[in-house]
Nanobody, 123 residues
């Protein structure tokens, strides 16, 4: 499975971005999808995850109310709508897929990873 993330960029604090991630997998419709982020020198941090049908979502506390994860199984794509961005949201954002089980924030449970898309929020 190959995951291709895009849609990062430079935005001022308070602005919005909507990264997306396209999967080449035939079983995308059954995968849990997640977004993680990482700053240089820091550990990878969980951001959000969504179940195979979109019926269950989880978020890290720092993005609740600002970020929304969604998916379009017909397009093999997962999105991360990011509103009211803050400088501390600056990081490389990675999408990941999990072949089975429930939504999770544990990166060790994810099977495939895309390359990062850089999000930079200026103050």
């Amino acid at each position: 499975v190959q995951l291709q993330a895009s849609g990062g960029g430079l935005v001022q604090a308070g602005g919005s971005l909507r990264p997306s991630c396209v999967s080449s997998g035939r079983t995308f419709w059954s995968n849990v999808m997640g977004w993680f982020r990482q700053d240089p020198g820091k550990e990878r941090e969980f951001v959000a995850a969504i179940s195979w049908n979109g019926g269950s979502t989880v978020y890290t506390d720092s993005v609740k109310g600002r970020f929304t994860i969604s998916r379009d199984n017909a397009k093999n794509t997962v999105y991360l709508q990011m509103n009211n961005l803050k400088p501390e949201d600056t990081a490389a954002y990675y999408c990941a897929s999990k072949n089975s089980g429930w939504v999770s924030g544990n990166p060790q449970l994810y099977d495939s990873w895309g390359q990062g898309t850089l999000v930079t929020v200026s103050s």
